[in-house]
């Protein structure tokens, strides 16, 4: 739950982009008893064929005083979910589902996946003062929680941000999971903003997806010197979103094509595997420089081995990494998907003043499936293109 003093700078914030007064929070109840919602579910890990429409999935109720219940007006899928459909980090997600062991049920199936959300609160928790049934809001839902291929959807209020108000519903649902996460590595691991990012020069690993595509925009907008490496399609692409230098990864040996290059203050990481073992000489050495990846073994790690021994393994190798490189003058670090209505207020605030992030919306309509919520409940899905684990 949001601080008094954030609760209340939230509030203020949506009372003023709506024209009004703070809201006030009253006892609301839905305006009409349902048992159940149209979505699309798993009931078991596999391929596509295990996704199944329903119109009997549970109505999702409010459990604590800080959730709020929203009308899924549009929503997308990320490589992470698709990921997920093939039982990718279970047993992680489910140990956060229920860490205590009690629940009833033994599954967490019927499962439903999607991340992004964009749609109007319906109903809200008692202690939720920031948001009021009627507003327009966006999220990203946690993994561990049902997800967003439904007509309802429950998310905690601190999980939810009004809505840039220069979207519509279907723009705004390509954005909150890729630019959360590219938000996690850039400014809360590394450590980049806007009062400190001007000037530095910045090297972005798999500029061309999603993550990719708003964190060159992002770091752009803060003033950064933008080094993209993408493939030579994506080129113009990069140009067009500020990039200053853009390498193509096909032209030639990567490392020689950088290392020509003058050395980097941060750099992050969409691509891991054997870039990681020379990235990180790209760095300038004892100057704060930082090398973020969001390419991470710790889910693996607890799928294959189990929720102690993953976690000591993952420990293990993040901590001799950390230090390895620390003793070498530059910080390594690991960097995931974080949801976080403040950072999306944020977010929305470069959306709506004019710093647009138009080309991450179309690079994941491209790269990913979209889902408008008329679609979900016609039983339709739209695929533009099948996408990769992240």
Not at 20 to 41: D, E, K, Y
Not at 43 to 51: E, I, P, T
Not at 288 to 305: E, H, Q, R, S, W
Not at 336 to 342: A, E, I, L, Q, Y
């Amino acid at each position: 739950m949001l601080s008094r003093g954030a609760a209340s700078g939230r509030a203020l914030r949506g009372a003023a982009r709506a024209g009004g007064q703070p809201p006030v929070r009253g006892l609301r109840a839905s305006p009409r008893a349902r048992s159940a919602m149209p979505s699309w579910v798993i009931d078991r890990y596999g391929r596509n064929d295990v996704l199944r429409f329903t119109r009997d999935m549970v109505f999702p109720i409010i459990h604590f005083p800080n959730e709020v219940i929203i009308k899924v007006h549009a929503a997308s899928l990320n490589p992470i979910d698709l990921s997920m459909r093939s039982g990718y980090g279970a047993t992680a997600l489910n140990m956060k589902r229920d860490p205590l062991k009690l629940k009833s049920a033994d599954t967490e199936f019927p499962l439903t996946l999607g991340r992004d959300v964009s749609g109007v609160v319906m109903e809200c928790g008692l202690s939720v003062s920031y948001f009021k049934p009627g507003d327009e809001v966006w999220a990203a839902i946690p993994p561990w929680k049902q997800g967003t291929l439904s007509e309802f959807v429950v998310a905690s209020g601190n999980e939810v941000s009004f809505k840039p108000k220069c979207l519509s519903h279907t723009e705004a649902a390509s954005l909150p999971y890729v630019g959360l996460t590219a938000w996690s590595a850039v400014n809360q691991v590394g450590g980049l903003n806007q009062s400190n990012c001007s000037g530095k020069r910045v090297l972005i690993l798999g500029a061309s997806g999603g993550v990719g595509t708003f964190a060159v925009q992002l770091v752009k907008a803060w003033g950064a010197h933008v080094t993209a490496v993408c493939s030579h399609d994506a080129s113009t692409l990069m140009k067009k979103l500020g990039a200053d230098d853009v390498i193509d990864y096909k032209s030639g040996n990567l490392e020689e094509q950088l290392k020509t290059l003058p050395l980097f203050d941060f750099i992050l990481d969409n691509v891991g595997g054997s870039t990681e073992k020379w990235a990180l000489d790209l760095l300038k050495k004892w100057s704060g420089a930082t090398y973020v990846t969001l390419v991470t073994p710790f889910l693996i790690n607890m799928d294959k081995l189990g929720v102690a021994d993953g976690m000591l393994q993952t420990g293990v190798t993040v901590g001799s990494k950390t230090v390895k490189h620390l003793f070498r003058g530059v910080h390594y670090r690991w960097a995931f998907f974080v949801p976080s209505g403040p950072s999306l207020d944020e977010i929305a605030e470069l959306v709506d003043s004019g710093k647009t992030f138009y080309e991450t919306m179309e690079t994941k309509f491209r790269n990913s499936i979209y889902v408008n919520q008329i679609a979900v409940t016609k039983a339709t899905v739209k695929q533009a293109s099948s996408a990769q684990r992240p």
